[in-house]
């Protein structure tokens, strides 16, 4: 039997092995999961919602488990990792709150005679692939709204997360929901394909632009519907009139949190020419009190990242972008008397657009820098990207903010560092960054059948 090797990325030592889900025991899974669809679906919308809300509960009880082993497995600092089981039990309740509303019947047409009426009903067994980064987050997003349409979830958490979602496995075996509602797939490339193989009704996918693609072309074969939340590059642009203050504060924390890898992060720094310099040595000197270390340390700002493996890609690009000239003004090397997958946060100037960390994702704590002197220039910068995912607005201008809203390609514009991640709120991105929204409203009709009912009073 295959297992699932766990490593902790801070000192690259095994933490435990996890048998991986054998091809048999996915069709067993499979199974279970038509069978419970039967039942679930049928059930009152507030019948599931008070199912769920014991699952929450016994969630909340276990919220310094789910962070401590987040920041174990993956190398989020602990503070963070907090944060985003925090944020995530926030994420259900707002669901649990609003389901009813989001997914009331609507009316199109009405007389004296007749109605039309929209009903969103459950597609059925949904299949959900979450990455590594914000991993309890993303289960959660994909999770949360599918049971509560109706669906039924088989969800595969990356492999470098076993004991994390062990627990999440076990939390959920103890809560009052019925058996096969939702359930867990243990496993790496190999038993991911297997499951992307099987008839499901519809696949939620989270991750990489490349492995989406994939995802979706094999189940256009089978006209089944996709939901891609994959990568993005995101602009962020400093006006000549922004608050360089506020603007460095953001575009630091978004771009360096949980070490770079965030798919929604700044990821390309556009910066007047006027303001350019002193961006680039107020970004230097925020590098400068960043505390690399190990991930469990609540001192630790800047934790490893998740692998050996995305280490080399990020060393690659920067070492790709200074072998054409770039710059580096702060990091480009591994911290000193650290034996985890650490880099240090790094800064690149003189930036080209034939560089990788421009025309790549970069998944890692690297920031490259360029300047621009027009608006029409910054936003040709800005949608100069295979990506749509976000992009981040600094300005005193209210009329200019809107201008670069309405002509920057993303599926979300931020201005002034105002956050957009809200579980009210639909994400999603344009371009190869993903072809349907999640959470909010719009999410809970991205994974329903809608059906159109027209009949006599």
């Not at 902790?8 to 091809?23: A, G, H, K, L």
């Not at 492999?159 to 243990?186: D, H, M, R, W, Y």
């Not at 939340?229 to 962020?236: D, H, I, K, N």
């Amino acid at each position: 039997m295959r297992k699932i090797i766990a490593i902790n990325p801070s000192n690259n030592q095994v933490i435990c092995e996890v048998p991986e889900t054998t091809e048999q025991e996915c069709l067993k899974i499979f199974d279970r999961a038509r069978g419970a669809f039967h039942d679930w679906r049928r059930l009152a919308l507030s019948k599931r919602i008070e199912l769920l809300t014991d699952l929450l509960n016994k969630l909340k009880d276990n919220s310094s488990e789910l962070a401590r082993l987040i920041s174990l497995e993956m190398g989020k600092p602990i503070t963070q990792s907090k944060g985003e089981v925090s944020s995530s039990l926030q994420t259900i309740q707002w669901n649990l709150d609003n389901a009813e509303a989001c997914l009331a019947p609507e009316v199109t047409f009405e007389n004296e005679k007749h109605i039309h009426k929209i009903f969103f009903e459950p597609k059925g067994v949904v299949l959900s692939i979450v990455p590594f980064n914000y991993p309890f987050t993303l289960y959660v997003w994909q999770m949360i709204q599918n049971l509560l349409v109706g669906n039924v979830v088989i969800s595969k958490p990356d492999a470098c997360t076993p004991q994390l979602f062990k627990l999440v496995e076990k939390i959920t075996a103890e809560s009052i929901l019925p058996n096969g509602v939702t359930q867990l797939v243990f496993g790496g490339k190999e038993i991911g394909q297997f499951l992307i193989e099987q008839n499901f009704d519809m696949i939620c996918f989270t991750g990489s632009t490349k492995t989406g693609e994939h995802i979706n072309n094999l189940a256009a074969t089978k006209m089944i519907p996709t939901s891609m939340e994959l990568g993005g590059s995101a602009p962020a642009i400093i006006c000549k009139d922004a608050d360089t203050e506020l603007a460095v504060s953001s575009v630091f924390a978004s771009r360096f949190a949980n070490c770079g890898q965030l798919c929604y992060a700044v990821k390309r720094l556009i910066v007047h020419d006027s303001l350019f310099d002193s961006v680039v040595t107020k970004l230097a000197e925020r590098a400068r009190t960043e505390t690399i270390g190990d991930a469990l340390d609540p001192k630790t700002t800047l934790g490893p990242l998740v692998n050996k493996e995305q280490l080399d890609i990020i060393v690659s690009q920067v070492t790709d972008a200074v072998n054409k000239g770039a710059k580096i003004i702060y990091g480009g090397k591994y911290p000193k008397d650290l034996s985890g997958n650490f880099y240090e946060p790094t800064i690149l100037t003189r930036v080209t657009r034939d560089m990788r960390v421009w025309n790549e994702e970069v998944f890692g704590p690297v920031l490259p820098v360029v300047s621009f002197k027009t608006t029409k220039q910054a936003i040709e910068l800005a949608n100069d990207t295979l990506y749509g995912l976000g992009a981040f607005i600094f300005t005193k201008d209210k009329s200019n903010f809107h201008h670069f809203a309405s002509e920057i390609n993303s599926g979300v514009v931020s201005h002034n560092g105002i956050s957009f991640s809200a579980p009210f709120n639909p994400f999603g991105g344009t371009k190869k960054s993903g072809n349907s929204r999640i959470r909010g409203k719009h999410g809970f009709r991205a994974v329903c059948n809608m059906k159109l009912v027209s009949f006599e009073k």
